[in-house]
């Protein structure tokens, strides 16, 4: 199969991504109250929106709209939308409009397993009717790994992301798919600390229920499935930690060590690995 790709200036974008607009974009306007939610592409983006959203809006039960995605909808749709807004993007952080650094404006990255990344962008990319793409895993993981997909590599993505994040000098605070997969309430809880926003222990009961991998795909499913191939959701797919693990040969394993090695990226190991077998 062949992979389609769209090139400014070195970076990689889908096919329903315009050049333009990612340029237009420089040129964005920021609200100090906006909330940028940013990640690799299959790091939790809709899902992290989700709790986001709920705890900017205190709703009680899932948002009623979709994604507010920077790359996908004209600029006069996203500034005609009503404050605060919850806004997320897959950006690396060079072509990230300048005004939300320059308004200060609250920056959560979601981080993921580049493991389960990889096998999570195969599965999406491989049912999209937009890509075309019927490539084999073993050609794909090598694409993942030389960053050949769009937004290029997640490797450099992550360790941009992470010093900006370690400087300090940007609002930007780094959450973990996993840690809300392991432990929702302390992973939320942190998330809202950082929002500014008050919580009770039942407002988390309820972002918890209502952002839950069954009843997001129950409610949330329906407009992801006109994109797929095969009539399944193309983004609610298994919502799980360590499915790789079906997939990676030992040299693939390896690989992927190497790599992250060469990058000095250590994230926790029960981040890069499994959660089900470790004791707390
Ligand atoms: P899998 O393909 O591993 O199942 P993104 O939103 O960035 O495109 O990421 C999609 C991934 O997040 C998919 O991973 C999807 O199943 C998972 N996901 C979506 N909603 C989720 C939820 N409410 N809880 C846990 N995982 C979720």
């Not at 920021?30 to 299959?42: E, Y």
């Not at 006069?76 to 897959?90: K, W």
Request: charged share 25%.
């Amino acid at each position: 199969g062949c992979l389609t790709l769209l090139e400014d200036a070195g970076y990689y974008f889908g096919p329903n991504v315009q050049p333009e607009h990612i340029i237009n974009l420089q040129n964005f306007k920021a609200r100090p109250d906006d909330t940028l939610v940013v990640t690799f592409p299959k790091s939790g983006t809709h899902w992290l929106n989700e709790i986001t959203s709920m705890l900017v809006n205190r709703y009680r039960n899932l948002s009623p709209d979709t994604m507010k995605h920077l790359e996908y909808l004209p600029v006069d749709v996203l500034d005609e939308l009503p404050s605060p807004r919850v806004l997320c993007t897959h950006l690396p952080y060079p072509r990230i409009p300048l005004d939300f650094l320059r308004k200060r404006c609250k920056i959560i990255v979601c981080l993921r397993n580049p493991r389960d990344i990889a096998v999570s962008y195969f599965k999406f990319i491989t049912n999209l009717k937009a890509w075309n793409y019927s490539g084999y895993w073993d050609g794909f993981f090598q694409l993942f790994l030389n960053g050949n997909i769009p937004y290029n590599s997640w490797f450099e993505h992550t360790d941009t992301w992470l010093k900006v994040a370690r400087v300090g000098k940007h609002n930007v605070h780094v959450v973990f798919y996993e840690a809300f997969q392991a432990d929702f309430k302390t992973a939320v809880t942190q998330l809202s600390d950082f929002l500014g926003i008050s919580h009770t222990g039942e407002f988390i009961d309820d972002v918890h229920r209502e952002t839950s991998f069954q009843n997001m795909k129950q409610n949330k499913e329906d407009y992801t499935l006109v994109l797929s191939k095969d009539g399944k959701s193309p983004i609610y797919r298994k919502g799980e930690v360590g499915d790789w693990m079906n997939w990676f040969t030992p040299e693939q394993i390896h690989l992927m060590d190497q790599e992250m090695e060469a990058w000095g990226l250590h994230l926790e190991p029960r981040i890069m690995y499994t959660l089900d077998t470790e004791e707390d």
